[in-house]
């Protein structure tokens, strides 16, 4: 496990980018950490080190998004819904996963048993308005 302190979002954003550099197709990564904590600040670091250009954020209608047009296909899931019971099926996480490409996965918990085991987990955690710890099993 490795734990790094991060002093923006740029840090963690090229946090993200050293976890982009691992990944292969099929991955599964689980992200998790409280609202705000910077998930989404780190899948998107991820995607612009895999070539991904258009905007990254958070899905909001949908539990999961694609991104293509990168070194691999990418799909970010925010399971934050489901995990609060609000009308997603969980069956439509299986579409988001593949062979071919990776996924993030924000707010996992309401994914167990259906993610497989993940290629890597991340911890995010609020020190400060600014700080953040990071935990990595890698
Ligand atoms: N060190 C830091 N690392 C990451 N984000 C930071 C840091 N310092 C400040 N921030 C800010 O904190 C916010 C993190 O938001 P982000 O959407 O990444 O969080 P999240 O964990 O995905 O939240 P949610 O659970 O709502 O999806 C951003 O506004 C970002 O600019
Ligand atoms: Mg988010």
């Known amino acids: 496990m490795e734990r790094v302190e991060s002093g923006s979002a740029a840090e ?19 992200v998790s950490g409280e609202v705000g904590a910077g998930k989404t600040t780190l899948i998107r670091g991820a995607c612009r080190a895999l070539g991904i250009e258009e905007p990254v954020t958070s899905p909001t209608f949908t539990i999961g998004q694609r991104y293509r047009g990168g070194r691999l296909p990418v799909s970010h899931l925010d399971l934050y819904r489901l995990e609060n019971l609000e009308g997603e099926d969980p069956a439509l996480i299986d579409d988001y996963l593949g062979a071919d490409g990776v996924a993030f996965v924000e707010w996992p918990a309401a994914g167990e048993g259906r993610l497989g085991r993940p290629a890597l987990e991340i911890r995010l955690r609020h020190e400060d308005e600014q700080h953040r710890v990071i935990e990595i099993d890698w």
Do not use: N
């Open 12 to 30: 963690t954003e090229a946090l993200g980018a050293r976890v982009a550099a691992r990944l292969a197709p099929g991955d599964v990564v689980v």
